[in-house]
């Protein structure tokens, strides 16, 4: 089982840059990490993976080009840096821990799953 604990979220402006942490606790070699974002009102929706095994990286069409996602294995800390947010990117977003590595949008694949931290972008 692997613990995660979501950082960095705030309050910003259309425009601004943001980057949020995701920090893994536990037993964590080997496992996918996918961020995902729920906005009031509505499902929880994919965002973006990384896989452990050949760090490739997925990205939903909303946010492809605007974000991305990194990790530090050193640190056990996965990053989603988001660029040139909007009004549509606000929610919490929540990282989870896929322990077969898939890299997948599903979020039923994920096993284990942070509390989530906040992103609001008004002006």
């Known amino acids: 089982q692997v613990q995660l604990v979501e950082s960095g979220g705030a309050l910003v402006r259309p425009g601004d840059s943001l980057t949020l942490s995701c920090t893994a606790s536990?037993?964590?070699?080997?496992?996918?990490t996918g961020w995902f974002r729920q906005a009031p009102g509505k499902g929880r929706e994919f965002v973006a993976s990384?896989?452990?095994?050949?760090?490739?990286?997925y990205y939903a069409t909303s946010v492809q080009g605007r974000f991305t996602i990194s990790r530090d294995n050193a640190k056990n800390t996965v990053y989603l840096q988001m660029h040139s947010l909007d009004s549509e990117d606000t929610a919490v977003y929540y990282c989870?821990?896929?322990?077969?590595?898939?890299?997948?949008?599903?979020?039923?694949?994920?096993?284990?799953w942070g509390q989530g931290t906040q992103v609001t972008v008004t002006s």
């Open positions: 989870a821990a896929d322990a077969l590595d898939r890299g997948s949008d599903a979020s039923a694949e994920y096993a284990d």
């Open positions: 990384i896989r452990w095994s050949d760090s490739r990286t």
């Open positions: 536990g037993h964590t070699a080997g496992y996918a």
